[in-house]
C-alpha cells in the first residue's frame, strides 16, 4: 500500500543539532505561517487595499500568537477531561502535543481584532483576508498529523490505508490526509479562486465560505476517525469535533447571508 509505505519511511523528527531537536509538527506551524503571511499580502495587494507589509506582519502575529495559545486552551478546555486540572502545570508542556483547531480558530480571530483594532484596520475584511488563506495552514498541520502518526482513522481495507504505529496491527483510515485535501487544497483553491473576482465580494463571503466548508468537512469525517480516547464519544454517538463544528455551521451560513444582504465593501484601513 502506497501511504501505509510512504508513512513507514517517514520520521517525525526533521534534524537534530545536539540537544535540539526540530519535529516536523513544528516546521509546518512555521511553513504555514510564513506562507499564508505572504499570500494573505498578495491578496490585499490585489484587492487594493491600503495595507502595508508592516500590516500584514503585525496581523499574522497576532492571529500566531492567538493560535498558539488558543489551540493549546482549546485543547485543555475540550478534550483534557480532568487530566489538567490534576496537574496544570501540564497545560504548558507544548512538547506532549494536544492543540485544537477551534480553539486555534477562536484565538485567531481575537489576537487578529486585538491588532485590527489598535492599527485601525479594517476587522471585517481581515477575517476574510485569514479565512482565504487559513487552508494553506491546515493543510501543512494536518500533513504534520500524518507523519506524527496521530488522529488516524478508523479501520478500514481499502487500498489506501495505514497500519499507524500507535493504532494496533490494523489498517486504517488515514483521516489526516482526507482533511488535508478538503479542508486543505480543495478550500484553498475555491476560496482563492473567488478572491480573483474584483471588485472583490463583500465582506463576510470568505469568512462565512469558510466556516462552513470547514464545519461540514471536519463534521463528515469525523464519521471515519477515531474520537479522543479519553473522551470517546459524546452522548453515545457523537464526537466531540462534530459538536464543536455545528456552530462554526450555523455561524458560517449566517455570515454568508448577512454578506449578501450588506453588500459591504473590502477595505483597509477605517476611521
Not at 513544528?26 to 499564508?36: N, T
Not at 496537574?87 to 485544537?100: H, K
Not at 498541520?141 to 507523519?147: D, E, K, P, T
Request: charged share 15%; aromatic share 12%.
Amino acid at each position: 500500500m502506497f501511504l501505509d509505505d510512504l508513512y513507514h519511511s517517514l520520521d517525525p523528527v526533521a534534524f537534530s543539532l545536539g540537544p535540539l531537536t526540530v519535529r516536523w509538527y513544528g516546521l509546518a506551524y512555521l511553513a504555514g505561517f510564513v506562507l499564508c503571511g505572504i499570500l494573505l499580502y498578495r491578496i490585499a495587494r490585489r484587492w487594493k487595499l491600503d495595507l502595508t507589509s508592516d500590516d500584514v506582519l503585525n496581523v499574522m502575529t497576532g492571529i500566531c500568537l492567538g493560535i498558539i495559545v488558543g489551540g493549546r486552551l482549546g485543547y485543555v478546555l475540550f478534550y483534557g477531561a480532568g487530566y489538567y486540572l490534576a496537574d496544570p502545570l501540564r497545560i504548558f508542556a507544548f512538547n506532549e502535543g494536544g492543540m485544537s483547531f477551534h480553539g486555534g480558530l477562536l484565538g485567531a480571530v481575537v489576537g487578529g481584532v486585538i491588532v485590527c483594532k489598535r492599527t485601525g484596520i479594517s476587522v471585517a475584511t481581515m477575517c476574510d483576508l485569514g479565512a482565504c488563506v487559513a487552508p494553506l495552514g491546515l493543510f501543512f498541520g494536518r500533513l504534520a498529523n500524518f507523519v506524527n502518526g496521530e488522529l488516524w482513522g478508523k479501520e478500514c481495507d481499502l487500498p489506501w490505508g495505514v497500519m499507524f504505529e500507535t493504532g494496533g496491527n490494523v489498517y486504517r483510515h488515514p483521516s489526516q490526509l482526507y482533511e488535508a485535501v478538503l479542508e486543505g487544497i480543495l478550500l484553498l483553491a475555491v476560496l482563492l479562486l473567488l478572491s480573483r473576482k474584483m471588485p472583490p465580494r463583500p465582506q463576510g463571503t470568505f469568512m462565512g465560505l469558510f466556516l462552513t466548508w470547514y464545519g461540514l468537512c471536519r463534521f463528515l469525517i469525523e464519521f471515519v476517525r477515531v474520537p479522543d480516547a479519553q473522551l470517546g464519544y459524546l452522548f453515545g454517538f457523537v464526537t466531540m469535533g462534530q459538536l464543536l463544528s455545528l456552530p462554526l455551521i450555523a455561524l458560517g451560513v449566517w455570515l454568508l447571508v448577512r454578506a449578501t444582504k450588506n453588500k459591504a465593501p473590502q477595505v483597509g484601513h477605517i476611521g
